[in-house]
T-cell receptor, first 111, second 115 residues
Framework: DQQVKQNSPSLSVQEGRISILNCDYT??????FLWYKKYPAEGPTFLIS?????DKNEDGRFTVFLNKSAKHLSLHIVPSQPGDSAVYFC??????????FGTGTLLAVQP | DTGVSQDPRHKITKRGQNVTFRCDPI?????LYWYRQTLGQGPEFLTY????????KSRLLSDRFSAERPKGSFSTLEIQRTEQGDSAMYLC?????????????FGPGTRLTVL
């Protein structure tokens, strides 16, 4: 069963606009949520995380929102830049043993 | 470069052969993870080491797979009698006590193709 779901395989956004990537989860025991960015031929790179006891975390152009009642989180990128074009993975964890990843969303930022 | 390194980056093998991959984590990291990623999917957890102890194994890790981390430094992942379904990207990650909680640092991966 897919405990972390990213229902949009791809997203196209104009440079300078907002990108919103969504993620849903089923396991209420997850205590941390993370977003990773992946370029072709590279491993995933950590972007931003949020504890389950918070509802928002911001780091520069990136903000993650967590809605525990809906079991939903989203990543906002403002403003979007062409260099942001990559696959974005949502991940969740219980403890520090492993991450459970979604299937990814391919973001294309058009100049 | 002090990041996670993996060797080889690519491996092509014939069905039935054995293959071994190596991962060198960030030097001060005591936790090491192996993941597998297939096309269109996110990375899937395989196994986890804290220092030299293998503390968790996924059901994905069949008896043809074995991982070791002697002396708590580098790790190897061996696949015996490879099958075409083993074709995937094998990712290694590490994390340490002083890093942000739950953040794992990934290597570039080893792409395995089984013919």
């Amino acid at each position: 069963d897919q405990q972390v779901k990213q229902n949009s395989p791809s997203l196209s956004v104009q440079e300078g606009r907002i990108s919103i990537l969504n993620c849903d989860y089923t396991n209420s025991m997850f205590d941390y949520f993370l977003w990773y960015k992946k370029y072709p031929a590279e491993g995933p790179t950590f972007l931003i995380s949020i504890s389950s006891i918070k509802d928002k975390n911001e780091d520069g152009r990136f903000t993650v929102f967590l809605n525990k009642s809906a079991k939903h989180l989203s990543l906002h990128i403002v403003p979007s830049q062409p260099g942001d074009s990559a696959v974005y993975f949502c991940a969740a964890s219980v403890g520090t043993n492993k991450l459970i990843f979604g299937t990814g969303t391919l973001l294309a930022v058009q100049p | 470069d002090t990041g996670v390194s993996q060797d080889p980056r690519h491996k092509i093998t014939k069905r039935g052969q054995n293959v071994t991959f190596r991962c060198d984590p960030i030097s001060e990291h005591n936790r090491l993870y192996w993941y597998r990623q297939t096309l269109g999917q996110g990375p899937e957890f395989l196994t986890y080491f804290q220092n030299e102890a293998q503390l968790e194994k996924s059901r994905l890790l069949s008896d043809r797979f074995s991982a070791e981390r002697p002396k708590g430094s580098f790790s190897t992942l061996e696949i015996q009698r490879t099958e075409q379904g083993d074709s995937a990207m094998y990712l290694c990650a590490s994390s340490g006590e002083r890093d942000r909680v739950h953040e794992q640092f990934f290597g570039p991966g080893t792409r395995l193709t089984v013919l």
